[in-house]
């Protein structure tokens, strides 16, 4: 957001220049400044989409049969109450701090919730804290019933 503040503000200064017949060098570096800063929110936005992974329901299931996962449920109580997937441990997304979860283990964490929301704010959360990718179950435990069903 700060990003685009900023270049909205660097627009309107070279709008404004370029209006009162500016200096051509002071154009020039006004225009660097806003293709330095777009490069700069692209760059952003790029990292911050490749650090959460979304797995589909067959990606997870294949990771859940292999057993060597940490899966995070971070819905609301009253959502687990009505069922889990099964091996999945409860941290509600009010509580999920990454800084105390114990990764000494090496099992990859893979989170989920209802949607897919809440567990990629959590993916978020836990990328920025370990640097690197965090997975999440995209489309959440909707997907996985719809998926499971005996219809």
Not at 6 to 28: G, K, P, R, Y
Not at 82 to 111: C, K, N, Q, Y
Not at 119 to 146: F, N, Q, V
């Amino acid at each position: 957001m700060q990003a685009r503040t900023t270049t909205i503000s660097i627009v309107a200064a070279s709008l404004c220049l370029t209006a009162c017949n500016a200096d051509d060098t002071l154009q020039e570096t006004v225009k660097e400044e806003i293709n330095e800063s777009a490069g700069t929110e692209a760059a952003v936005e790029a990292s911050a989409d490749a650090a959460v992974i979304d797995l589909s329901v067959d990606e997870l299931a294949t990771l859940v049969d292999a057993g060597n996962i940490r899966l995070i449920d971070v819905r609301r109580d009253d959502e687990v109450a009505e069922g889990i997937i099964p091996g999945a441990e409860h941290i509600m997304l009010d509580d999920f701090d990454p800084t105390a979860l114990d990764l000494s283990d090496g099992r990859e964490v893979v989170l989920y919730c209802r949607s897919g929301r809440r567990s990629g704010i959590a993916a978020e959360k836990l990328a920025a804290y370990t640097g690197e990718p965090a997975k999440h179950l995209g489309g959440g435990i909707i997907a996985w019933r719809e998926a499971n069903s005996t219809d």
